[in-house]
């Protein structure tokens, strides 16, 4: 059974930082994409970040680009995401994606699995 887990979310002030991570137990975790996807309550699910599959592309929502960076090490079957300068739009459940297929990394519906979120509060 695939299990996607993610670690590293909390609480934190305007301006701080977070790293998320998310350990998968995929048997081909290099066979996979990565995604990064947010949803804040009453909001649909958003597109984050993106990573290839050897890691050599990544993919940034305007939102974030500059502030946070996508990361994955295929050894360790994880991807991260740092995120820095975090603003009170920032705060939303976030969730990692594994993503079979070659089609678009923006469409959550691409994703074949999904982990179950870590919350990420940043207070003004």
């Known amino acids: 059974q695939v299990q996607l887990v993610e670690s590293g979310g909390g609480l934190v002030q305007a301006g701080g930082s977070l790293r998320l991570s998310c350990a998968a137990s995929l048997r081909t975790f290099s066979s996979y994409a990565m995604g990064w996807f947010r949803q804040a309550p009453g909001k649909a699910r958003e597109f984050v970040a993106a990573?290839?599959?050897?890691?050599?592309?990544?993919y940034y929502a305007d939102s974030v680009k500059g502030r946070f960076t996508i990361s994955r090490d295929n050894a360790k079957n994880t991807v991260y995401l740092e995120m820095n300068s975090l603003k009170p739009e920032d705060t939303a459940a976030y969730y990692c994606?594994?993503?079979?297929?070659?089609?678009?990394?923006?469409?959550?519906?691409?994703?074949?699995?999904w982990g179950q979120g870590t919350q990420v509060s940043v207070s003004s």
């Open positions: 990573i290839s599959r050897s890691g050599g592309m990544t």
């Open positions: 994606a594994a993503k079979y297929s070659s089609g678009t990394h923006y469409a959550p519906t691409q994703y074949d699995y």
